[in-house]
C-alpha cells in the first residue's frame, strides 16, 4: 500500500494517539491546552480523551487527532538482518568450516543500564521463544558480562579477551544516553585499535539497523530479535569478511 497513513476507525483516515505530561496542575483548562498543543503540531480533529493529575503541578494526557499527512513506501530503504533461515547445527558447521576457530562473543547492557532481560534472551542457554541462546551454541565462546558495564570496561575486556563480537544493549534512552554509550564505545574500540577486528552490534527496544549504521555499528537488533538471528548475522560475516 503506498502511500501509507495511519489507520483507526477507517482506512486512510489518519487518526493517531499521543500521550503526554504538561507541567501543570490538572483542569479543564489544561485539557484545552493539550488539545490546543496537539492542534498546534498539525492535527485535526483533536480530542483530548483523559487528562489526569500525576504528580503536583503535572499532568498526563491521552489525545486522538488525524493527521493528513503519509509517507511513501517505496522511498524507504532499510536493510532487516532478521531473516536468516539458519538453524543452530548449521551455523556452528559455517563457523567450523569457514572460520576454523570458536569465535568469542562478550555482551553486556552498557552505562547505567540495569535492563538484562534483552541480552539474556539472546545470551543466555535457554535462549527466547524456544531460540536457544548463543551459549548454547559450540563454536561460540559466550561472556556475559551483566548490567551497568562502563563503555571503558567493556572496550577494555574485548582487548584483553581478543573478543570478536561485542553485543552492546541499552534500554534507557533518556536525554540520547544510549547514543551517547553506543557513540563511545564505537570510539573506544577505534583508539585501542580494534575496531576493524571487532563485530560491533548495538541492541536494544528503540534500536534499529539503520541507527546503528548511522552509529557506525555492524549492525543493530531490536524488539522482538530471536537469538538465532544475531548468531547467523556473526556465523556469516566472519566466514564472508574476517
Same mark, same amino acid.
Given at each position: 500500500? /503506498? ?5 483507526? &476507525?477507517?482506512?486512510? #483516515?489518519?487518526k493517531? $494517539?499521543? @500521550? ?6 490538572? @483542569?479543564?483548562?489544561a &485539557?484545552? +491546552? ?13 480530542? =483530548?480523551?483523559? %487528562? ?10 491521552? =489525545? ?6 503519509? =509517507?511513501?513506501?517505496?522511498?524507504? +530503504? ?28 562478550? %555482551?553486556?547492557?552498557? %552505562? ?20 536457544? %541462546?548463543?551459549e548454547?551454541y ?5 561472556? /556475559? ?12 575486556f574485548?582487548?584483553? /579477551?581478543?573478543? &570478536?563480537?561485542i ?6 534512552? $533518556?536525554?540520547?544516553? #544510549? ?6 564505545? @564505537? ?12 563485530l560491533?552490534?548495538?541492541g ?6 539503520l ?20 548468531? +547467523?548475522?556473526?556465523?556469516?560475516r ?5
Open positions: 500500500m /503506498n502511500p501509507v497513513r495511519p489507520y483507526g &476507525d477507517t482506512l486512510g #483516515d489518519g493517531v $494517539q499521543l @500521550s503526554f505530561t504538561l507541567p501543570l496542575d490538572w @483542569s479543564e483548562a &485539557d484545552e +491546552a493539550a488539545r490546543q498543543l496537539v492542534a498546534k503540531m498539525g492535527f485535526t480533529e483533536v480530542a =483530548v480523551s483523559e %487528562g489526569r493529575s500525576i504528580a503536583s503541578g503535572f499532568s498526563f494526557f491521552v =489525545v486522538y487527532a488525524s493527521t493528513p499527512v503519509s =509517507v511513501d513506501l517505496a522511498a524507504i +530503504a532499510v536493510t532487516s538482518l532478521r531473516t536468516h533461515g539458519l538453524s543452530m547445527d548449521e551455523i556452528d558447521a559455517l563457523v567450523r568450516a569457514r572460520v576454523g576457530r570458536k569465535l568469542r562473543i562478550a %555482551g553486556a547492557c552498557i %552505562g547505567t543500564d540495569a535492563h538484562t532481560v534483552g541480552i539474556d534472551a539472546i545470551l543466555n542457554m535457554k535462549g527466547y521463544k524456544g531460540d536457544y %541462546g548463543l548454547r559450540k563454536e561460540f565462546v559466550v561472556f /556475559n558480562l551483566g548490567s551497568q558495564v562502563s563503555v571503558e570496561d567493556l572496550a577494555r574485548a582487548k584483553e /579477551n581478543a573478543i &570478536d563480537a553485543l552492546a544493549s541499552q534500554v534507557v534512552t $533518556q536525554k540520547g544516553s #544510549d547514543i551517547q554509550n553506543f557513540t563511545a564505545l @564505537s570510539e573506544l574500540l577505534e583508539a585501542d585499535g580494534i575496531r576493524d577486528r571487532t560491533l552490534i548495538a536494544g527496544p528503540r534500536m534499529t539497523n541507527l546503528a549504521s548511522e552509529l557506525g555499528y555492524d549492525a543493530g537488533f531490536g524488539r522482538g530479535t530471536l537469538p538465532s538471528e544475531v548468531a +547467523a548475522f556473526i556465523a556469516q566472519f566466514s564472508e569478511h574476517r
